[in-house]
């Protein structure tokens, strides 16, 4: 038996969802670390666009808009599914690096 599909990271509502962050003034700066996003990368670029739950969905987070972020795939890929906590004075992602 094939298995299902996640709801909460494939079908029309997720892609809906990607479309319009994509589309709005949030859609093109990092919100991590808050540089611009080259719209023409394409993935696997680790500098290309992806969106990023600002409250991961393995915390209780929505696939709503409110809930999502640009991100670039490499930063977003670096916060993984941490929470706020992280953060520095000026609201930047800490890297486990930085720590």
């Not at 700066?29 to 696997?44: E, F, G, S, V, Y």
């Not at 670039?72 to 890297?95: P, V």
């Amino acid at each position: 038996m094939r298995a299902m599909a996640d709801p909460r990271r494939n079908g029309k509502s997720y892609r809906d969802l990607r479309v319009r962050l994509k589309g709005s003034h949030r859609g093109t700066t990092c919100h991590i670390c808050q540089k611009p996003i080259d719209m023409t990368l394409a993935w696997p670029d680790t500098m290309s666009w992806s969106m990023d739950h600002i409250t991961p969905l393995s915390h209780g987070g929505l696939n709503i808009f409110e809930n999502v972020a640009a991100a670039h795939l490499t930063c977003n890929s670096r916060r993984g599914n941490q929470l706020d906590l992280n953060r520095d004075a000026n609201g930047r992602w800490i890297a486990s690096r930085d720590w």
